[in-house]
């Protein structure tokens, strides 16, 4: 294929890359070329806070394992809730976090004489994303992006190189359950985290537990719909454990960046990939 071709061609430009990688469909494809085509001169690191879920931070270990990273794999501590504003949830929360995240692998890109490649795809461009801006401000690049592959091709093409990654769910760090002006703190990503394992392990896999003080508000895809209603009573059970008075299915289903609905559409222009976050 062209695009991989492409891809390849720009990961080689680089010469040396660190890969900021988080085990999800995007980075895991990302890292999986990079290392083919470059080696030892691939490394990647894996930023991990409390925004981060539990089983992700083992996944994406387990796939730097798989993938033959060993030492190349830094896993590393970042620290999102103690920058300033970031707690307090604001519309432009991403670029704090990318920001946090480019703190974080920059000086070990600039020990590596490397650079940092993001696993953004082109289909993220038209979403409401100012952690992009941020990253490229702080001098990520986007490989994936420049080589014009969407989210469907990186699926298509991760299962032809064999990546058990190619049909993961869509993931995302924790934080984005908040609505934005929503106080964001360790306990309540706990609850939330523990909340979607709890839904994983009743055999649920594209969701999200949306956060609304005393509501959690789920998310599923909506061929999933019909099954919680068998097990509602479970999922209930569940809610009211981790501390949530009302359990709720949103009937339209799981959709990324739902919370961004509520913004008004000054707000969601302002915030596009490109533009002052």
């Not at 594209?206 to 599923?220: G, K, P, T």
């Amino acid at each position: 294929m062209a695009k991989l071709d492409a891809l390849r061609d720009s990961l080689q430009g680089y010469g040396r890359v660190v890969v900021a990688f988080s085990g999800g469909v995007d980075s895991a494809f990302l890292l999986k070329v990079a290392a083919d085509t470059l080696g030892d001169a691939c490394h990647a690191v894996t930023a991990v806070s409390e925004t981060m879920a539990r089983s992700e931070i083992a996944d994406a270990r387990a796939l730097g394992a798989e993938l033959g990273l060993g030492a190349r794999h830094h896993v590393v501590a970042s620290h999102e809730l103690e920058r300033a504003g970031f707690s307090e949830n604001p519309t432009h929360r991403c670029a704090l976090c990318k920001t946090e995240l480019m703190d974080v692998a920059a000086p070990i890109a600039a020990e590596l004489g490397a650079a940092v490649a993001l696993g953004t795809n082109v289909d993220d461009l038209g979403d409401v994303r100012p952690g992009i801006t941020a990253a490229i401000e702080r001098g990520a690049r986007m490989p994936m992006v420049d080589a014009g592959l969407t989210k469907p091709e990186i699926r298509a093409l991760s299962c032809e190189l064999g990546l058990r990654t190619w049909d993961k769910p869509q993931l995302a760090c924790l934080s984005s359950r908040f609505p934005y002006g929503t106080r964001i703190t360790p306990d309540r990503l706990r609850r939330v985290d523990a909340f979607e394992d709890g839904l994983r392990a009743l055999g649920f896999r594209q969701l999200r537990v949306r956060f609304h003080d005393a509501i959690a508000r789920i998310e599923l895809d909506a061929g999933e719909l019909g099954r919680i209603v068998e097990v509602r009573d479970e999922v209930v059970v569940l809610g009211k454990q981790l501390g949530f008075t009302y359990v709720a299915v949103d009937l339209a289903g799981f959709r990324s960046g739902s919370l961004n609905e509520v913004l008004p559409p000054e707000a969601l222009i302002k915030l596009r990939p490109g533009r002052a976050s």
